[in-house]
Nanobody
Framework: QVQLVESGGGLVQAGGSLRLSCAAS????????VGWFRQAPGKERDFVAAISRRAGGMDYGDSVKGRFTISTDNAKNTVYLQMNNLKPEDTAVYYC??????????????????WGQGTQVTVSS
């Protein structure tokens, strides 16, 4: 049974940092495209970042480029999202997901096969 578990969310002031973790069981992250998405109340789920060891790729949504960094620890089968210089508009529930599809589909949430339960990030002004 596949399970993705996010952690590391919380409340932080604008300009602060958080590091989210996503630990997987039942699958090996290095064989998948792993993405982070976020969803604010009343809004659609947006692409944040993705990484693929298989494709040798890394990508970010425009709103987080230069502030967020995605990384992996294959030994721990865990993907991280380091978030720096956080802004109030970053407030959302953050989800990690794994996709068996091609790298070119990385920003399409509908094409991801497995999802975590989400972790809340709240940035105060």
């Amino acid at each position: 049974q596949v399970q993705l578990v996010e952690s590391g969310g919380g409340l932080v002031q604008a300009g602060g940092s958080l590091r989210l973790s996503c630990a997987a069981s039942g699958l090996t992250f290095s064989r998948y495209v792993v993405g982070w998405f976020r969803q604010a109340p009343g809004k659609e789920r947006d692409f944040v970042a993705a990484i693929s060891r298989r494709a040798g790729g890394m990508d970010y949504g425009d709103s987080v480029k230069g502030r967020f960094t995605i990384s992996t620890d294959n030994a721990k089968n865990t993907v991280y999202l380091q978030m720096n210089n956080l802004k109030p508009e970053d407030t959302a529930v953050y989800y990690c997901a794994a996709s068996s599809k091609v790298w070119s589909a990385r920003s399409n949430a509908e094409l991801y096969d497995y999802w975590g339960q989400g972790t809340q990030v709240t940035v105060s002004s």
